[in-house]
């Protein structure tokens, strides 16, 4: 990113839209980029307290009357001199008549001048008569080396121990995904702990990242105990899944393998959709994000959705390998595509951007989205390329519904022949993974509530009281296997599936 800003404006590029909340390290990256540039050039920084400043200079040495953005932008354009001119948090008055105006007189008349604007500031915000002369970069987040001067810096104050190379690269990766200044607070934090930070604080490091992302509320870390043999039937997708166990490696690079881009799983509710999503985690040894759209969309401020969006997937992709999971994306996405312009056209511009993303993403950041309203999410998802497969979770076979049970039973008792399994399979025609699991603890309470251990047949009475989605929703499910079967991939077994259609 350093070295597209670099080109950006040695390509005398007039204007930069540079999205950070991290100012310093953003200065930083910019009076490098301006001090090698040939000839060199000065950085000046506008912001509406002080007006213009050189970068470097106290604040009070202030270029005079430049506390107005017309004015500023005035300024700038009457220099003669090579320069980068920052101007800090624009966005409130970029859409101003005046603002606007100048801001394109000015940057007209930058050509053949080695001169550049950038507009600096944690949300993007570009006027539409803007469109077309700004470009627009993300700032990323620290890498490995720019925490690695975090971390020498803050073994230098506290004069702490030397680290092995394997001991400093855990400190440094437990903190990938935060900005400079928490990365500092969190190595700070575990120091005053522990009184040190070494290898045993790695797990300091870590909770507290998990806070801090959590604190900006979109991302969630999501940590699963069940391993991926605790969902019951699915052998398709499962094989699908721990063959791409290593994708991510080094080794899958040499040998030539592309990274695994997502998944898309679709399917009937209650049938192990979510579940599968958070065993992947275990199986790749991936941290796994879950993304809530919901809190993504914000009305409070024009671009706000669109920051919080890119800020979740810069972290994401900062916290990379990793898994992004996004449950339910029809109902994230359900308002683009179709009439959904009540939202001033939010969830569309979100939902380009997303897409955009997942175009161009070159970080292995795997996103696996499941859905259930096939007809709600727009074309552009299903379209075959975007996800390197959809798989089409259905209702449990005879055997998956058996295998649902194993699972559930032993779960609960440690000896489950007492069960006949395959009698319950039989009785259970039609529901989900989830009806299954109720239906034990359904005939659970019953049995408790005599003063009993549970039987076969209390299972048999829940089942039977319960009508299943399957047939309370015949209509939906129906139509979502028939559009499913032709499109997707059927996560159950091809024999499974066999059995399925003889049923
Ligand atoms: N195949 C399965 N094997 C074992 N348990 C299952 C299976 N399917 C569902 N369950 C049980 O049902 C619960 C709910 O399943 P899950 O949340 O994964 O369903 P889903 O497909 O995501 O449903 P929805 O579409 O409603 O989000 C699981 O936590 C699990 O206990
Ligand atoms: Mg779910």
Not at 47 to 52: A, E, L, P, R, S
Not at 432 to 456: K, L
Request: one cysteine or more; a neutral charge.
């Amino acid at each position: 990113m350093k070295e597209e800003l670099n080109i950006l404006v040695q390509a005398q590029y007039p204007l930069i839209y540079l999205v950070t909340s991290e100012e310093e390290r953003a200065e930083q990256a910019i009076s490098t980029i301006a001090q090698s540039s040939k000839p060199q050039r000065r950085v000046y920084v506008w912001t509406v307290t002080h007006g213009i400043v050189e970068y470097g200079q106290p604040r009070n040495v202030t270029q005079h009357n430049t506390v107005s953005p017309e004015a500023a932008i005035e300024w700038i354009s009457r220099q003669k001199e090579p320069g980068i001119f920052i101007l800090k948090d624009l966005h409130p008055f970029i859409d101003a008549p005046a603002t606007n105006r100048s801001l394109r007189d000015a940057i007209a008349s930058f050509k053949g001048m080695q001169k550049n604007i950038i507009l600096m500031s944690p949300m993007q915000q570009v006027p539409i008569e803007l469109e077309k002369e700004v470009v627009v970069i993300d700032f990323s987040l620290p890498d490995m080396g720019d925490l690695n001067k975090v971390l020498t810096n803050h073994i230098e104050i506290y004069r702490g121990r030397r680290l092995t190379t394997e001991a400093r690269e855990k400190l440094l990766r437990a903190a990938l995904g935060l900005t400079k200044d928490e990365a500092e607070k969190v190595y700070r934090k575990a120091q005053v702990t522990t009184g040190r930070l070494t290898e045993d604080e790695v797990d300091i490091v870590l909770s507290e990242k998990k806070q801090l992302i959590r604190r900006n509320g979109i991302l969630e870390y999501i940590e699963e105990d069940e391993t991926i043999e605790a969902v019951g039937g699915l052998e398709e997708l499962k094989k699908w899944l721990k063959q791409r166990s290593n994708a991510f490696t080094e080794r899958a690079r040499e040998y030539g393998l592309p990274q695994p881009k997502g998944m898309l799983i679709l399917g009937v509710p209650g049938c192990g959709k979510s579940m599968i999503a958070k065993t992947t985690s275990r199986l790749w040894g991936l941290p796994l994000l879950r993304l809530d759209m919901g809190r993504v969309y914000d009305g409070s401020m024009v671009g706000r959705s669109e920051a919080n969006l890119r800020n979740a997937l810069k972290t994401a992709e900062s916290i990379s390998p990793a898994i992004l999971f996004i449950d339910e994306l029809d109902k994230s996405f359900s308002g683009s595509g179709g009439s959904g312009d009540s939202d001033g056209g939010t969830s569309n511009r979100i939902f380009g951007s997303f897409l955009t993303w997942m175009q161009e993403k070159k970080s292995p950041v795997f996103v696996m989205a499941t859905a259930n309203r096939v007809e709600r999410l727009p074309g552009e998802f299903l379209r075959k390329g975007r996800f390197d497969e959809i798989f089409f979770v259905d209702l449990p076979t005879p055997e998956e519904r058996q295998d649902i049970f194993t699972i559930h039973l032993s779960k609960r008792r440690g000896e489950i022949t007492r069960f006949d399994l395959e009698q319950l399979a039989k009785m259970s025609d039609g529901f989900s993974g989830a009806e299954i699991e109720q239906a034990i603890v359904a005939a659970m309470y019953e049995a408790f509530a005599q003063e009993r251990e549970f039987t076969q047949l209390d299972i048999i009475a829940a089942l039977k009281a319960t009508l299943p989605l399957s047939r309370t929703m015949q209509e939906q499910v129906t139509a979502l296997r028939d559009w499913a079967r032709q499109r997707a991939r059927p996560a159950a077994s091809s024999v499974a599936e066999y059995q399925r259609m003889e049923f």
